[in-house]
């Protein structure tokens, strides 16, 4: 867990994301986001029934896909940040997306209201991800799955886990950068840490011999030179918490999940979990 001291953890957090969906002055619907590849790696449906939510929902592009999918299926799109506002946009013709404006650790929302849950990179922003899933949890249908999608602490590959340890001593710093700043300086950076992290990766990834370890390298994920959001995103948020395995398996446990399953999603860097409300 990393959680910078001397400001508002929750208000930050929000207006760093809230910057970051409204760099997006065009908001149009993408074939293929998160929610695509967490389901790639899931061996079920993860859309089901007829009400489902999506944690933090950013600007709205897997709400998007899941609705646009499963017109059948209301969706309900939450985020804390103004990122709602181009969901709102972008969902504008779709008749089953509600949109709430909220923090996924105190949800206006009653009990057992919903089919299914997911969410994609949120919990681990937030100052206490133990609450957030009990939240989670609490809207949930007895016997509901929750699909997330959590930052890995890299605890069984010393390269990454010392490059994480790394990251987060230089934010100590970086939070405290004007974020237009920071932004021009992701983008800045970005294609020198595509051709050092990034071209070695897929060079390696080729080879039968070194596949193995061009997985270990850092930032190994990049979609392209200037796929600057990586960088701002790791370098702009305030609270960082970080999962091993296990840490995975308690966090569901604590907060009331059975049958939980683990996974890694492909090219990233962090769990794929899911299990279901006792």
């Given at each position: 867990?990393?959680?910078?001291?001397?400001?508002?953890?929750?208000?930050d957090?929000?207006?760093?994301?809230?910057?970051?969906?409204?760099?997006?002055?065009?908001?149009?619907?993408v074939?293929?986001?998160?929610?695509?590849?967490?389901?790639?790696?899931v061996?079920?449906?993860?859309?089901?029934?007829?009400?489902?939510?999506?944690?933090?929902?950013?600007?709205?592009?897997?709400?998007?896909?899941?609705?646009k999918?499963?017109?059948?299926?209301?969706?309900?799109s939450?985020?804390?940040?103004d990122?709602?506002?181009?969901?709102k946009?972008?969902?504008?013709?779709?008749?089953?997306?509600?949109?709430?404006?909220?923090?996924?650790?105190?949800?206006p929302?009653?009990?057992?209201?919903?089919?299914?849950?997911?969410s994609f990179?949120?919990?681990?922003?937030?100052?206490?991800?133990?609450?957030g899933?009990?939240?989670?949890?609490?809207?949930l249908?007895k016997?509901?799955?929750?699909?997330?999608?959590?930052?890995?602490?890299?605890?069984?590959?010393?390269?990454?886990?010392?490059?994480?340890?790394?990251?987060?001593k230089?934010?100590?710093?970086?939070?405290?950068?004007?974020?237009k700043?920071?932004?021009?300086l992701?983008?800045?950076?970005?294609?020198f840490?595509?051709?050092?992290f990034?071209?070695?990766?897929?060079?390696?990834?080729?080879?039968?011999?070194?596949?193995?370890f061009?997985?270990?390298?850092?930032?190994?994920?990049?979609?392209?030179?200037?796929s600057?959001?990586?960088?701002?995103?790791?370098?702009?948020?305030?609270?960082?918490?970080?999962?091993?395995?296990?840490?995975?398996?308690?966090?569901?446990?604590?907060?009331?999940f059975?049958?939980?399953?683990?996974?890694?999603?492909?090219?990233?860097?962090?769990?794929?979990?899911?299990?279901?409300?006792k």
């Open positions: 867990m990393r959680m910078i001291k001397g400001i508002d953890r929750a208000k957090t929000e207006k760093s994301y809230g910057f970051l969906w409204g760099k997006n002055k065009r908001i149009a619907p074939a293929k986001w998160h929610f695509n590849f967490m389901q790639q790696v061996n079920e449906p993860i859309v089901r029934c007829t009400k489902g939510i999506d944690i933090g929902s950013g600007c709205g592009y897997d709400t998007y896909i899941m609705a999918n499963n017109p059948s299926v209301k969706i309900v939450m985020d804390t940040s990122g709602v506002y181009k969901t946009e972008l969902t504008s013709e779709l008749k089953n997306v509600e949109i709430l404006k909220c923090s996924v650790l105190d949800l929302i009653k009990d057992n209201a919903f089919d299914f849950a997911y990179g949120v919990l681990h922003h937030t100052a206490n991800p133990q609450k899933l009990l939240e989670i949890a609490r809207i249908k016997g509901s799955p929750a699909f997330l999608y959590l930052y890995e602490d890299h605890s069984e590959n010393r390269i990454k886990y010392i490059a994480v340890k790394v990251i987060a230089l934010r100590v710093i970086t939070v405290k950068i004007p974020r700043v920071l932004y021009f992701s983008w800045i950076f970005s294609p840490v595509y051709i050092i990034t071209v070695p990766s897929r060079i390696l990834k080729r080879f039968k011999a070194t596949q193995r061009s997985k270990k390298i850092p930032f190994n994920y990049a979609t392209g030179p200037f600057w959001g990586n960088l701002y995103d790791r370098f702009s948020a305030p609270t960082e918490h970080r999962f091993s395995r296990q840490g995975v398996y308690g966090l569901f446990s604590e907060c009331g059975r049958n939980v399953n683990i996974t890694r999603l492909n090219d990233s860097s962090g769990w794929v979990a899911w299990g279901y409300k």
